[in-house]
């Protein structure tokens, strides 16, 4: 019999997410985390960072949707963007579907780029968008000399352990804040509804006062613990509630109807 090999994401004693890794296509340990790459007869390719699932082929666009649209629709006419993190490419894709001038992308970890070249190529084919800026860089070492102003900040980060942790405090928050425009906004991935309810609950009041506006929202990833995720979108003065959603902005799944029905002002 042939010798299987399975992945498996621990979120409680009791409960894990398993893949079968139907090929693996790469082990390495990077500067900053272990990065795993391998294949799914399911779900495609599965990119694991320090042993947490961040994307696999099927499902993606899920994610990526959910975190990049709103921001650019409570703004008022985004231009200039910045991602800090998203080194999978599917963030900056959405983004691209905006009437956008510039994206700066930060991603610390240049192996994750280089990844999702090799084994997501339809996602990582966007870094060589002409609008779109790739910096390798920690993205509070960014914030703190750069003199630009973003109309929409996009914190797509993987959970707050290893070096995404402090991308989860008040001061990088601020730091944010100054770094955005009058009618600045962003929005951040916070983990799991079910597995990190009571961090996200902290959190979220622990920063939601630097800012006018502030809901967290939800949205479905099918292969993330729980199944329903949890995000933040932070507003200097626009009303979130009220943002205008434009029609013809192609989207597998997320919408305005989802994404307003996803509002809570706490968990």
Do not use: C
């Not at 090999?5 to 090929?23: L, M, N, Q, R």
């Not at 961040?54 to 991602?83: G, Q, R």
Request: hydrophobic share 35%; aromatic share 16%; no cysteine.
């Amino acid at each position: 019999m042939k010798e299987e090999f399975w992945f498996k994401e621990y979120h409680h004693k009791g409960f894990y997410i398993s893949f079968k890794k139907d090929k693996i296509l790469k082990e390495l340990k990077s500067k900053y985390q272990k990065i795993e790459v391998f294949y799914n007869e399911f779900w495609g390719n599965v990119l694991i960072l320090d042993g947490l699932v961040m994307i696999t082929e099927k499902d993606e666009f899920f994610y990526h949707e959910a975190i990049a649209h709103p921001p650019l629709f409570v703004s008022e006419n985004p231009k200039k963007v910045l991602i800090i993190g998203g080194g999978d490419g599917g963030t900056l894709r959405e983004v691209l579907k905006h009437n956008v001038e510039s994206v700066d992308l930060v991603e610390i970890d240049e192996e994750v780029i280089k990844a999702s070249e090799e084994f997501f190529p339809k996602i990582a084919a966007y870094f060589n968008d002409k609008r779109a800026n790739i910096i390798t860089e920690d993205g509070i070492e960014f914030l703190k000399k750069t003199d630009k102003k973003y109309d929409v900040i996009i914190v797509d980060s993987s959970e707050p352990f290893g070096p995404s942790s402090v991308l989860f405090t008040r001061k990088f928050y601020s730091l944010m804040k100054d770094s955005i425009n009058d009618y600045g906004v962003i929005s951040a991935q916070l983990g799991s509804y079910l597995f990190h309810k009571n961090f996200i609950s902290e959190f979220f009041k622990d920063v939601k006062d630097l800012f006018k506006d502030s809901y967290l929202y939800t949205g479905i990833t099918p292969t993330y613990p729980g199944g329903l995720w949890t995000y933040g979108i932070f507003s200097k003065k626009n009303s979130i509630k009220d943002s205008v959603w434009e029609n013809n902005i192609q989207t597998k799944y997320y919408n305005e109807l989802i994404f307003k029905g996803s509002l809570m002002s706490e968990i």
